[in-house]
């Protein structure tokens, strides 16, 4: 059974530009389509699609599940709930107990809804995480498939210099990475969400209206555009 729906995810962190005519807003946000999966009432509920974030940040993962509430007249209690991007000795690795993660990750399972929260993401964070419940039935174990997958990254837009006019804003923009670069690197830049052509390198000039929300990934991963976006404002009179 595939049951669509639509949703927005996210999580916004507020960051400060170095000019004060422009805001910073980081914002990790995607539209995603709720599936469920599983046959005979057993089932795990995913946002199907990548999640990005930039390091540092705090990401939640939401998933919800369902199982049989009875099977050949026993009632179903769920005994144990657990993420997991590892495998280790044919079991997984809940990430409560994986040293990866230690002191960084809490989850929140109320009511056949649970939430994976994870502070502090690190680029090694990127994942495919997957959910799985156990019972007190036989067989009664059930993993979530596909998962999600979660990208991390490092970039982020500087604002290099700006003027405000009445109605826009000249700015030139620099996609920055706190670690340094290894050979030459070839950007994307993107304006309300649509990729700017012919912008493939780090700094990109240009009119901005109010209200544009400029992001940068890098070209080999720019299905998945970095959470950075400025704000731009401008002077009424």
Known sequence: MVISCYCWCYDTISLNCLLTEVIVIVVSAVLCVTVIQGQNNWGVTYTDTHICVLEGSTVDIYCTYTYPSRINGRSTTVQTTSWFTKWKVNAPVDLRTDPDYTGRVEYYCPDKVCTLTIRDVRQRDSAVYKFRFITNQPGGRYTGEPGVTL?????????????????????????????????????????NGQKINKMETASYKGQFNPGDHISCALKENEDCPSPPVCEFTSLYL
């Open 151 to 191: 990208s991390v990254t490092d970039l982020q837009v500087q604002v290099i210099r700006s003027t405000v006019h009445q109605f826009y804003t000249e700015a030139e923009l620099k996609c920055l990475s706190s670690k340094s670069p290894t050979g030459r690197l070839t950007f994307v830049w993107f304006n």
